[in-house]
């Protein structure tokens, strides 16, 4: 297997107002009104972008990501390995890196992390995201990352010649790892920075 993927083609984009404010105000706590020359500035960064838009985005646009993939029949005699070692430092990497959270069901998290019905309602009525909101995502991303650290680990070669003993110890650890590929599966598209 070869895989080589580009960096992704980058708009232009015109930040005159946006970093104005951000070091004015900090990347939080914009006011909700403008003073004149702040609305001036807006007004200056709209038109820089829609010309962008207009002129240079156009041609970056039609530019794609250069994505070259070659795969090998044996690629696919066990694709579960042949993915595992991939994916692995992707996902460290996404949890490391990323900049944000998508929304987890209550029922993938342990109940330490939900939030109670009255914090439900609280923070739905502010418009906020509750205390655990990133806690769970990360809980989450934990657990994918585990499911492959013990798909590339050596004891998973031999789990399945443990002693009788050893049997439900066993059962727990592939119910976790299982989850982990579940968890995998179900927040693919939320793998995002």
């Known amino acids: 297997m070869k895989v080589v993927i580009g960096?992704?083609?980058?708009?232009l984009s015109c930040r005159i107002f946006s970093d104005y404010m951000n070091r004015k105000y900090g990347y939080v706590g914009w006011p909700l009104?403008?003073?004149?020359?702040?609305?001036?500035?807006?007004k200056i960064e709209d038109f820089a972008q829609w010309i962008l838009d207009h002129t240079?985005?156009?041609i970056v646009d039609k530019d794609k990501q250069k994505v070259?993939?070659?795969?090998?029949p044996w690629d696919t005699w066990s694709m579960d390995d042949t993915l595992a070692p991939i994916i692995l430092p992707m996902l460290k990497q996404l949890k490391e890196t990323k900049h944000g959270s998508p929304f987890v069901d209550q029922e993938d998290v342990p109940k330490d992390l939900r939030p109670s019905e009255a914090e439900i309602e609280y923070y739905k009525e502010i418009g906020e995201t509750d205390m655990h909101f990133h806690a769970r995502w990360d809980w989450v991303m934990n657990e994918m990352i585990y499911a492959f650290e013990y798909k590339l680990s050596e004891e998973a070669l031999y789990m399945r010649f443990k002693i009788p003993e050893e049997i439900d110890k066993l059962k727990v650890e592939q119910e976790r790892i299982?989850?982990?590929f579940r968890l995998f599966g179900k927040y693919y598209e939320a793998l995002w920075d």
């Open 7 to 11: 960096k992704p083609p980058s708009r």
């Open 56 to 58: 240079v985005n156009i």
């Open 178 to 180: 299982s989850n982990g």
């Open 68 to 72: 070259n993939i070659s795969i090998d």
């Open 33 to 42: 009104t403008y003073t004149r020359s702040e609305r001036a500035l807006e």
